[in-house]
């Protein structure tokens, strides 16, 4: 059983184009992010979400919408997709409370935009 | 706010040699810190934690790390490299923010390489 699963895990889309990319966790974990890896490697996040409120919004252009059904599924989607949208997009989930707990990855969303 | 310094971004060890990874933090308070690894087109894993129990972590896969306060360090080490072992490792500091919301700074990472 996948613990942090996100689909799809490959996309290619042209400019200007509107995608969604999903995820869903089976921990029982009450947050979410998104995160956003770029061509170097450099990890930086997006969103957060606790109990499907959002938390941490990282001066993430307002393109890029999450939305959090039910506190096991936060999705993203991206409007009018551009070229430098390009990147890995990873989902991510823990448990609130102590800085301590793990954060625990999917797979991560390759998105080529042509 | 805190922050996250990986020297070396690119590792090259022979398999069977020492591997060490630098990470340092700044933090003002007592800091909880991460290494992850993400080997090719994965996600990234958990490798290990230092939550203040003690100041020598040790985690999956033979890997653990020292905590050293006075040189605000964290460094990942492992006694024999694997060609396994090759991926990106990054090291990251819990930070919470005004609202008490919690996320991690990331450092660049360091790609290990091994070599046969």
């Known amino acids: 059983d996948t613990a942090v699963s996100q689909t799809p895990k490959y996309l290619v889309t042209q400019m200007g184009n509107d995608k969604s990319i999903k995820c869903e966790q089976n921990?029982?974990?009450?947050?979410m992010y998104w995160y956003k890896q770029d061509s170097k490697k450099f990890l930086k996040i997006m969103f957060s979400?606790?109990?499907?409120?959002?938390?941490i919004n990282e001066t993430v252009p307002n393109r890029f919408s999450p939305k959090s059904p039910d506190k096991a599924h936060l999705n993203l989607h991206i409007n009018s997709l551009e070229l430098g949208d390009s990147a890995v997009y990873f989902c991510a989930s823990s448990h609130s409370g102590g800085g301590n707990t793990e954060a625990f990855f999917g797979q991560g969303t390759r998105l080529t935009v042509v | 706010a805190q922050s996250v310094t990986q020297l070396g971004s690119h590792v090259s060890v022979s398999e069977g040699a020492l591997v060490l990874l630098r990470c340092n933090y700044s933090?003002?308070?007592?800091?909880?810190l991460f290494w992850y690894v993400q080997y090719p087109n994965q996600g990234l894993q958990l490798l290990l934690k230092y939550t203040s129990a003690a100041t020598l972590v040790k985690g999956i896969n033979g890997f653990e790390a020292e905590f050293k306060k006075s040189e605000t360090s964290f460094h990942l080490t492992k006694p024999s490299a694997h060609m396994s072992d090759a991926a990106e490792y990054f090291c990251?500091?819990?930070?919470?923010?005004?609202?008490?919301?919690?996320?991690?700074?990331w450092g660049l990472g360091t790609s290990l390489a091994v070599n046969p």
């Open positions: 979400y606790n109990n499907k409120e959002l938390i």
């Open positions: 933090s003002s308070v007592p800091p909880y």
């Open positions: 990251a500091v819990s930070e919470t923010n005004a609202g008490n919301n919690r996320k991690l700074i």
């Open positions: 921990l029982g974990h009450d947050t």
